[in-house]
Nanobody
């Protein structure tokens, strides 16, 4: 399973760090993706990380502001979110899928069935 944490309410320009803690599978062999769903919008892929080849990718909307990283010893992937904007308001989900069958590309990831999904964590950015 994967469990997200770290969401909350922050003012525009602020920062949050989301965590995705994994258990029950071989963490090093999995790709981890961060997704978000804003009210009234489709779910979108935000970022992806694959430890097997060091892939890190970002949606254009967050590039330069968000950073994905991993602590393999803790089996946790982080999403550091800086310079937050009201349009970043969404429920953020992490998901996992075996790395060998995952293309860590944002547009591809959005169409890829993920094996594990978290319950999500709410991020609200006030103007």
């Amino acid at each position: 399973q994967v469990v997200e944490s770290g969401g909350g309410l922050v003012q525009a320009g602020g920062s949050l760090r989301l965590s995705c803690a994994a258990s029950g599978f071989t963490f090093d062999d999995y790709a981890i993706g961060w997704f978000r769903r804003a009210p009234g919008k489709e779910r979108e892929a935000v970022s992806c990380y694959k430890d097997t080849d060091g892939s890190t990718v970002y949606a254009d909307s967050v590039k330069g502001r968000f950073t994905i990283s991993s602590d393999n010893a803790k089996k946790t992937v982080y999403l550091q979110m800086n310079s937050l904007k009201p349009e970043d308001t969404a429920v953020y989900y992490c998901a996992a899928r075996p790395a060998r069958t995952t293309r860590c590309e944002v547009t591809v990831l959005e169409k890829t069935p993920m094996e594990y999904w978290g319950e999500g964590t709410q991020v609200t950015v006030s103007p």
